[in-house]
Nanobody, 124 residues
Framework: QVQLAESGGGLVQPGGSLRLSCAAS????????VGWFRQTPGKEREGISC????????YYTDSVKGRFTISRDDAKNTVDLQMNNLKPEDTAVYYC?????????????????WGSGTQVTVSS
């Protein structure tokens, strides 16, 4: 069974960039659509981006469109999230998860395996 681990979080100033990486072990990513989610205290976990198996399906929630870019490298078993022009409201714990599908309009389907998350803090 696939296991996921996020990395790349940290503290960054507004306007800065971070690159998060979701690495899979125990199984290949080839067979999975993958989503990135984030959660802040007191709020539900939000699906912000996902990528399908064939890369033809990519989704971004409105609040990150034009700033975040999702990509996958099946040879390295990773799905990355490049985050540019970060804002204080992007502060959250970011998680990756395998999902049933990625719909370009509606986003990620049901989730299965989760990573443990990585903290992103955007503050001056």
């Amino acid at each position: 069974q696939v296991q996921l681990a996020e990395s790349g979080g940290g503290l960054v100033q507004p306007g800065g960039s971070l690159r998060l990486s979701c690495a899979a072990s125990g199984s290949s990513f080839d067979w999975y659509s993958v989503g990135w989610f984030r959660q802040t205290p007191g709020k539900e976990r939000e699906g912000i981006s996902c990528i399908g198996i064939t890369r033809g399906s990519i989704y971004y929630t409105d609040s990150v469109k034009g700033r975040f870019t999702i990509s996958r490298d099946d040879a390295k078993n990773t799905v990355d999230l490049q985050m540019n022009n970060l804002k204080p409201e992007d502060t959250a714990v970011y998680y990756c998860a395998t999902v049933d599908y990625c719909d370009p309009t509606y986003g990620p389907g049901s989730t299965h395996t989760w990573g443990s998350g990585t903290q992103v803090t955007v503050s001056s």
